[in-house]
């Protein structure tokens, strides 16, 4: 047979598969050694008395087979020692696929005695794999043994060496380094970033003031107020919230003119309606200090305005109806809010993706867009009503275990499905297995995987 796939779910006894084809497949993408993220790697440590030594604890994966040692074993050497001649012992990991056999087990190989001794010959066939630990030098007329007797070749990647990842390139423990050493890199790399845009806008403002441009001027806080450029570009400045306003009382109410919106550091909160139905404006950049954005801040009432909405870690507040009919295709709510209103997002009508890491999802919030992708953080604790109604999205991804989703407070409807009219929502995939809607008795089913 020239080709195979796998692997499904069987059907009848349709498709079948043999730990062979589980093991290739491991092989495949997990390569020979010890897992240096368990346990003790193995560690080899000295007995009380005598010729004895311990084993650590540790796992190994070897030809897509794993060996689990879950406590520290000792190993007696006495019986190896030579009277006359000094002789290796190998500590290996042996594999053996033979049919009469199919183990994998720890290996105790005496090499030759000789002045000079050599390692014990460890052959490597079709049926059998070493991973060699350790190779212990036992000398004529010892009573013990210390960690000079020994050497270790776990480090070894031609003969043993550390699990590494698909491609090979580094062990487990480096990449979480790696990544966590990359995180921080883009976290500073993205302050950084922030506060050159902050210069760059303020120098660009400095611009647009020399070269003139400016079609109004006004205030809309206390301590704030904005200037109008004839490229289009809103800037806010000054200190503290906006003022909230009623339907159309805003300075800025639909107004078409504005096409990009900048609310400058030291702005805290952006009061009621400021910014309804301002359809030309495509983009805005919010400060590191603002924290709120107020009721129908962003309200369209008609399709347009926002195409890209980057809503920034300091944000801890959004009222109700804030982003309704924005252009937006995609949305995260970050870990820091935690005060949301309902139909935050209704209506958009090109909003396909979004990613929750806050605790509560509120109510109505992707009501009526053409959701397709939603992803909930494991900081998810509560789902409120009618969350995802007549949108098409027919699955979410919870980044928890079933456990951890069965524990997350889900009010009525939160998954648009009832006995009246059902949607499209039918599975949660969790880390360890997913939740299945059945339509016809209306409720969530576990399946582990």
Known sequence: MAFSCGFFNSKGLDRTYTAENFTEYLSSIICNGILDTYGQCFKLTTADTGLKVRLGTGKAWIDGHYFVNDSRYTIDLTEYQDESLPRYVAIAILLDVGESVRNVSLEITPGTPAENPSLPSLPTDEYKTRLLMYAVRLNPGAT????????????????????????????????????????????????????????????????????????????????????????????????????????????????????????????????????????????????????EIGERAFFMYEHGGLTELIIPANITAIGEKAFVDQHITNVTLPETLTTLGTYIFMGCPYLSRARVECAIVPGFCFVSTPLRSLTLSHNVTKICAHMINYTPIQEITYEGTLAEWAAVTKESNWDGNSSTAPGNMHRVICLDGYMQYDTETHEWTEVRE
């Not at 491609?167 to 979480?176: A, H």
């Not at 070269?211 to 806010?236: D, F, Q, R, S």
């Not at 359809?279 to 603002?290: A, D, G, H, R, Y």
């Open 144 to 291: 013990d043994l210390t960690e000079r007797d020994w050497y270790d070749y776990r480090e070894d990647k031609n003969v043993c060496g550390y699990c590494k990842c698909i491609l090979g390139k580094c062990k487990v423990t480096d990449m979480q380094s790696q990544l966590a050493q990359l995180i921080a890199e883009v976290q500073e790399n993205n302050q950084t970033i922030a506060e050159l845009s902050h210069q760059v806008e303020a120098l660009q403002t400095e611009v647009d003031d020399i070269i003139g441009g400016i079609v109004e001027i006004g205030t809309c806080g206390e301590h704030i107020h904005y200037v109008l450029y004839e490229n289009g570009k809103l800037l806010l400045h000054g200190t503290g919230v906006t003022y909230d306003y009623e339907l159309g009382d805003s300075p800025f109410w639909e107004n078409e003119n504005i096409r990009s919106l900048v609310i400058s550091e030291g702005i805290t909160a952006i009061g009621k309606s400021n910014f309804e139905r301002c359809k030309n404006m495509e983009s805005v950049s919010f400060p590191t200090t603002l924290t």
